[in-house]
């Protein structure tokens, strides 16, 4: 395996009412192709911050990360947003549909802005594939929030992305409905071959993956878990 993500001393700091905050302290890690990453620790302890880096969503204030070779610290946002395009899939716990668009048309939707000239039979296909094929003319306010979750799978898979990044994509669903969310990002990525990141404060749902990262006050902890062990 190569790698698709390597962070060295990357750091993150932000401006808050109280002044500036110190919330990644110089996280060393790297990421191989096809692999599936678990990052679990605390609340407050970094684990969507460090996600955030690693989709090029926030920008680190010290340190490098760089994804397929690419450095994400040297790159405008508009190269940001194309690299994210063409490279990246990401999934948030509050699904991020957009209100007055079908479930066909947001999956739809990015696929067109891509160029894709068949954005509309790869999204009908990508939503027949989460167990939506009978609800794509449906709004998400008509949806379930596991519904909804199943849009957004569909959506962050239909480009074929190289990496998914999923920041507690089941933390607003009930313990049955996000163990078939669970499920159904396990697929894709297989079926897909693409490298998942996950942050999830689930231990169940982080010994599904390859290995677990942990973090404690935006440092790594001591431990990686192999789940071969």
């Known amino acids: 395996m190569d790698q698709v993500l390597s962070l060295t001393e990357a750091k993150l700091s932000l ?3 109280a002044g500036r905050v110190d919330i990644l302290h110089g996280i060393t890690l790297d990421v191989q192709r ?4 678990a990052l679990t620790g605390p609340s407050g302890s970094g684990k969507s911050s460090l996600l955030m ?3 090029g969503l926030e920008r680190a204030t010290g340190g490098r990360v760089t994804a397929l070779d690419h450095d994400l610290s040297a790159m405008t946002e508009d190269q940001l ?3 994210r395009r063409d490279h990246m899939g990401v999934v948030f716990q509050s699904f991020h549909l957009i209100p007055t668009m079908t479930a066909l048309e947001n999956v739809a939707t990015p696929l067109e802005l891509a160029g894709t000239s068949d954005a509309f039979d790869r999204a009908a296909a990508e939503l027949d594939s989460v167990g939506l094929g009978h609800r794509m003319g449906h709004y998400p306010s ?5 519904e909804q979750q199943r ?6 898979a239909a480009p074929r992305p190289d990496i998914l990044l999923a920041d507690e994509p089941t933390g607003n669903l009930d313990g049955t409905t ?3 969310i669970m499920d159904l990002l396990m697929d894709l990525r ?3 071959g693409a490298t998942l990141i996950l942050v999830t404060h689930s231990p169940s749902l982080a010994a599904r993956c390859d290995r677990e990262v942990r973090l404690r006050d935006g440092l790594l902890d001591t431990g990686l878990r192999d789940a071969a062990e």
């Open 15 to 17: 401006d808050g009412n």
């Open 34 to 37: 096809g692999e599936t990453l």
């Open 53 to 55: 880096l690693m989709g």
């Open 81 to 83: 947003a194309r690299f």
């Open 142 to 146: 008509q949806m379930s929030g596991g």
């Open 151 to 156: 849009v957004a799978l569909a959506r962050a």
């Open 178 to 180: 996000g163990a078939q």
């Open 190 to 192: 297989e079926s897909h």
